[in-house]
């Protein structure tokens, strides 16, 4: 089946760095990404969509100069969090469309990200 | 927009007994589908069933079925034979428009006793 790789599984990074987040897939072209951020014990809550060659469309509330995501090529898109703060800490996860099976929609394993 | 409704931050069942996580919907759009999610401690998600707003059955995947009761914008999930491994976080979601997002609901955290 469809598959998304995520990387990295885990990151630990210092307040005030940058950190990269990847999604790949694997066995399809991802014309369509979707980033969310969950938070210990709460929902998925929707960050941004890209869609390949285009840029992406940001949430309410979401700041788009700190969350940069780039969907550069129909298997990639990334999530740069800029100038990391402590209150980033957070699981992030990609969804991409369309997949095959699951009715399209395929998800990374997730990125667990702690600012210290 | 839409919008997805737990009520029910926790559940608990025994081993082998059946467990129904409710999820109510709300949505203008008429055509829509309805997911449901499981999220072991690691995180990942992994899909469990799906029902669209125009299916005349309730879908069914193995263990799992789905309450599908359209005019009370309600969709629960069934979960027979309940086994150790279905303790977990499980989430309902919606999608509608045509914009493809997902919307989660708040989740309910199913401990299956042995």
Known sequence: GAVVSQHPSRVICKSGTSVKIEC??????????FWY??????????????????KATYEQGV???KFLINHASLTLSTLTVTSAHPEDSSFYICSALPGT????????SGTRLTVV | AQKITQTQPGMFVQEKEAVTLD???????????????????????????????????NATEGRYSLN???A??????????SQLGDSA???????????????????TLLTVNP
Do not use: H
């Open chain 1, 24 to 33: 790949r897939s694997l066995d399809f072209q991802a014309t369509t990404m």
């Open chain 2, 89 to 107: 976080m499980y989430f309902c979601a919606i999608r509608g428009g045509s914009n493809y997002k997902l919307t989660f609901g708040k989740g």
């Open chain 2, 23 to 57: 999820c109510t919907y709300d949505t203008s759009d008429p055509s829509y589908g309805l997911f449901w999610y499981k999220q072991p401690s690691s995180g990942e998600m992994i899909f469990l069933i799906y029902q669209g707003s125009y299916d005349q059955q």
């Open chain 1, 101 to 108: 099976g699951n009715y399209g929609y395929t998800f990374g």
């Open chain 1, 63 to 65: 700041e788009k100069d």
């Open chain 2, 68 to 70: 599908f009761q359209k």
């Open chain 2, 72 to 81: 009370r914008k309600s969709a629960n999930l069934v979960i027979s034979a």
């Open chain 1, 37 to 54: 951020r969950q938070f210990p014990k709460q929902s998925l809550m929707l960050m941004a969509t890209s869609n390949e060659g285009s």
